[in-house]
């Protein structure tokens, strides 16, 4: 603590030679001349004074004839007079070291543990909202308070764990555990089919299958009827429950004109850095925009270090954007079924079901002057939906 004291405030360090140390050292104990660390050097005794001292101590040693050499000055003051004439350097310099003395009270950086179904950013944004970010002041941080308030308001949170080790906020969660889905069984259900389709199974959990692997079935029919015929032929009804899975299609067109606009790269970039110092945002550029009218944008954002370790409070976010143009050119067929086949590729990836099967055709349509692919997928998928019945208009009747 004294060192960084010293350091800041400035510090001189004294030699004198080896026949005049024992004199000086009594002459400075005696005017009560503060000092520290006197040692053996090569040729002398070697000592350091702070800069409110140094002249009291030239003073005493003139007067007494005992010349001292000054080895160096160390400390803040010294490096400000020797880049007096950098005003920038010296100002901006003053204000990190504010900056840093500031931000030992302040959260630099808070980190989650303990979630695995609850994104991170969703848990810091409730903190946020309970007074924990990035900038907030530890001395006036109400800790149980925020836990609670936190608690009150994240159903998907069932504990919380708020520690504060220096600059850094150390956040445990433990998630509340989902109970399994409520079985309803109340109420008179069907299961319906959502839409046309050839059954591959059926899997009745409750009710009576109306259909076998097999049957096509139109979209409304009644797959699992709640309805069932007992051994003294007597009707029961139930919520009925079940999957029923059928093979279904879709159906995809893509045209790639003969003239074909593509993306092409200028190799023009502009670049956009905004600080988050302590939670608080300063941008760096005086339009948000860059001055290409078409660009593509990639964000990278880190934390920045310093030498090589720091983790400092400080986080840089830089845009930088690749400008483009549009370009027309004429593609030959084998060109366009590429990019027919990326377009029906993206298209199956997106299927609601699993994939069976699929055929294309191809053609070239000179009429609309373009290649044309058109697909057919077959899916499978679980075309079950639960119905509720109105039996206003009574029972009705079971197939034998």
């Not at 603590?1 to 004199?23: C, P, S």
């Not at 907030?136 to 925020?146: D, E, G, L, M």
């Not at 959502?194 to 979209?219: H, N, Q, W």
């Not at 270090?305 to 593609?331: A, D, H, M, N």
């Amino acid at each position: 603590m004294y060192k960084f004291i010293h350091r800041i405030f400035g510090f001189y360090v004294l030699q004198v030679a080896e026949a005049d140390a024992v004199r000086l050292l009594n002459l400075l104990t005696e005017k009560r001349l503060l000092f520290w660390r006197p040692e053996h050097c090569e040729g002398g005794l070697r000592l350091r004074c702070s800069l409110f001292t140094m002249e009291w101590i030239r003073l005493a040693a003139a007067h007494a004839e005992i010349p001292l050499t000054v080895e160096r000055a160390v400390g803040v003051p010294f490096i400000v007079y020797k880049y007096r004439h950098r005003l920038g350097l010296v100002l901006g310099s003053f204000i990190g070291l504010i900056i840093i003395v500031m931000s030992s009270f302040v959260v630099w950086e808070i980190e989650v543990t303990g979630n695995t179904n609850v994104e991170t950013a969703r848990i810091l944004q409730a903190l946020d909202e309970h007074a924990l970010r990035v900038g907030t002041f530890i001395p006036t941080f109400n800790v149980r308070k925020a836990e609670l308030d936190f608690i009150l308001s994240f159903d998907e949170i069932s504990s919380i764990s708020i520690n504060i080790k220096g600059n850094y906020a150390y956040v445990d969660i433990i998630e509340r555990r989902t109970p399994p889905p409520f079985d309803d069984t109340s109420g008179i259900y069907d299961v319906v089919a959502s839409e046309d389709g050839v059954i591959t199974s059926v899997e009745a959990i409750r009710g009576s299958p109306m259909f076998k692997a097999g049957d096509v079935v139109l979209k409304g029919e009644t797959l699992i009827s709640a309805f069932s015929t007992g051994i003294y032929e007597t009707i029961r009804a139930c919520h009925a429950k079940g999957s029923v899975y059928a093979l279904v299609y879709r159906n995809f067109t893509v045209q790639i004109p003969f003239d074909y606009t593509e993306r092409v790269a200028t190799g023009r970039t502009e670049s956009k850095t905004e600080l988050s110092v302590l939670g608080q945002d300063f941008t760096l550029y005086l339009d948000e925009k860059p001055s290409f009218e078409a660009y593509d944008a990639q964000v990278d954002e880190h934390n920045v270090i310093l030498f090589g370790f720091l983790k400092l409070p400080v986080q840089k976010r830089t845009v930088v954007y690749s400008e483009y143009t549009r370009q027309v050119r004429r593609i030959d067929e084998e060109e366009a079924l590429g990019y027919a086949t990326l377009a029906m590729d993206n298209w199956l990836s997106a299927l609601d079901g699993t994939l069976q099967s699929v055929e294309y055709t191809w053609k070239r349509d000179d009429e609309r002057e373009a290649y044309v692919l058109t697909a057919e997928a077959r899916i499978e998928k679980n075309i079950a939906v639960e119905k509720e019945l109105d039996l206003s208009d009574g029972i009705p009747e079971l197939d034998g």
